[in-house]
């Protein structure tokens, strides 16, 4: 889970993936993405199947959870969790980082 702005936007001709480059505002939970806690404004570049969703626009902020991809690239994919962010989200966030998982390996 991250919250960011979308900085740009490419999405590629039809058999490839496109791409979006997010300034991250914070990163929780980020699991095996293997990026240590970025300073705020770090780029992260996620990679997107569909050519059409999840609609992103340029400027706006957002909270994401994606996957990861079999290479390790983060994967943003058509099912992801993609709301726009809310500055009072983050408290709700931060708590939620703290908690340990609970599933298992």
């Known amino acids: 889970v ?16 496109g791409w979006a480059v997010v300034s991250v505002l914070s990163l929780y939970k980020s699991g095996g993405l293997g990026v240590p806690q970025p300073t705020k404004g770090a780029t992260l570049r996620l990679q997107l199947p569909c050519r059409l969703c999840p609609a992103l626009k340029k400027g706006s902020s957002y909270v994401l959870m994606g996957r990861l991809g079999g290479d390790g690239e983060a994967l943003l994919p058509p099912d992801a969790f993609v709301v ?3 500055p009072q989200q983050q408290q709700v966030l931060g708590n939620l980082s703290k908690r340990p998982c609970r599933g298992t390996p």
């Open 2 to 17: 991250l919250t960011g702005t979308v900085k740009s936007v490419s999405r590629g001709p039809p058999q490839e993936p």
């Open 84 to 86: 726009p962010y809310r």
